[in-house]
């Protein structure tokens, strides 16, 4: 099976084509804040490299938060277009399941987080997602096995968290690729979302910051 996987949650921007859970090509920003830019020039150079390469892409994954509101639009409207297009079904996977993919970390208890500005993070625990306002680690888990946390929401934690058991893993973002592995490994029959009323988890319902532009409330 061929998809075309995108992630879009955070200040990374990425696409990429997997083929039987593997990632064959990606392309990938971490400068932030051009996602409506980048995009369509990945999808173009990816759908290019698959017609070379005569892959048929069977489906579409999306990254689908929690994460940024914007990048969560951008992603899903993309995302939902090529389904259209191509006539092939949607896949969404949990942005939270694709960092730890992404960690490398097996076999132990971890937490990822993305962050949600000031103290509050997105992150799993025990397979239960939630929003999170950190003031030390017994706001997310007060056992005594070692934890490993990651994330774009970490490095903030890290300033906080003291316990000898807890590790910062730096450097962990979600990436496409990541996306691929997920949606091969969970949805072997390409059950797809509802394209009409699909919506990114947002978790939070957005709320847009008040202007301080003269003359607008």
């Not at 998809?3 to 400068?31: L, N, Y």
Request: proline fraction near 4%.
């Amino acid at each position: 099976m061929t998809i075309f996987c995108i992630e879009t949650s955070t200040s990374v921007c990425s696409a990429a084509i997997c083929k039987d859970g593997e990632p064959i090509k990606q392309c990938i920003s971490f400068k932030g804040g051009n996602h409506s830019q980048l995009l369509p020039l990945y999808i173009e150079e990816l759908l290019q490299f698959a017609r070379k390469e005569n892959l048929t892409v069977n489906a579409v994954a999306l990254s689908e938060g929690p994460g940024s509101y914007t990048g969560l639009r951008i992603g899903a409207s993309t995302a939902k277009g090529l389904c259209y297009g191509l006539e092939i079904p949607l896949i969404a996977v949990s942005t939270l399941e694709v960092l730890k993919v992404a960690s490398g970390v097996k076999d132990a208890f971890m937490i990822p987080m993305i962050d949600a500005r000031r103290m509050e993070i997105y992150t799993m625990i025990d397979g239960e997602t939630k929003a999170v306002v950190v003031e030390n680690e017994d706001s997310l888990y007060s056992g005594e096995a070692d934890v490993y946390y990651f994330g774009d929401g970490a490095e903030k934690c890290a300033e906080v968290f003291t316990k000898h058991n807890w590790h910062f893993v730096p450097d962990i973002v979600p990436e496409a690729q990541y996306v691929g592995m997920l949606a091969e490994k969970g949805n072997k029959k390409l059950e797809g979302k509802d394209l009409a009323y699909y919506e990114p988890f947002y978790l939070k319902e957005f709320i847009a910051a008040q202007s301080h532009v003269k003359g607008l409330v």
